[in-house]
Structures are given as structure tokens and as C-alpha cells.
């Protein structure tokens, strides 16, 4: 690897962060938003609505739709804490919905932790 080469890791961890995160965060809220009773149901709803943001900065540009209302505020988002705030804070309101007595289908959680954990081993091996 040369000096202007970037890490594979690295590589491998920008995707998942642009092009994975917020769209499998997204799927899930939503079957929790379909399958959920209760409060269940409202966290899903707020989690969906913010991938739905976070999925609209990012295609924004492509789409030539950087001057639509909220783009900047959103990209700031997106872009704050080397681009872990957003994706975490999302998925700490995904998981409130852990210990609430109305949401069904649990195998939802675990899809979650197994994703934010190995989201999390991807950002940490990125620095080393």
C-alpha cells in the first residue's frame, strides 16, 4: 500500500456509513413502524423519518437537490463527529424501543445490536 493509497478498512467503513447504515436502520424501523404497538410504533416512526433525511443528504447531490430546504443542515449533521454522531444518535433512538413492553418481533433488536456493534468494530478498526 502506498502513501496516497487508502486503507481498505477504510474504504469499507465510509460505504457502510453512507450507503448501508441509515438504509438497513431505515428497513428496520420500518417493520418495527409496521409490526409495533404502542410507543413501540412512535420510535419507529422518528427513526424512519431520520433515515429518511440522512438517505436524502446523501443522494442529494447526484440528484442536483442541494439547494432544497434542510440539505445543509442535514449534510452538517451527517458530517459532525467524522460522521458518527447522526448514525449513532439514530440508532440510540431506535433503541429506546428495546425495553418497551409493546414491541413485537424482538429478532428486530438483535438485528440491530449485531449491526451498530459491527458498525461500531468497523469505525474502531479504523483506527489502527
Known sequence: MT?????????AFIFVQRFVFFEVLGLLALLR???G???ARA???ITL???GAAIFATYAPALNL???PGYGDIARW???????????FTSAIFA?????????????????????LAFLGLWLATRF
Open 3 to 11: 502513501f496516497f493509497e487508502p486503507s481498505p478498512i477504510l474504504v
Open 33 to 35: 413502524l409496521i409490526a
Open 37 to 39: 404497538r404502542g410507543m
Open 43 to 45: 420510535v419507529a416512526l
Open 49 to 51: 423519518l431520520i433515515c
Open 66 to 68: 442541494q439547494s432544497a
Open 78 to 88: 451527517m458530517a459532525m463527529g467524522g460522521g458518527l454522531t447522526l448514525p449513532l
Open 96 to 116: 429506546i424501543s428495546f425495553g418497551l413492553p409493546a414491541r413485537r418481533w424482538r429478532w428486530i433488536d438483535f438485528v440491530h445490536l449485531v449491526g451498530l
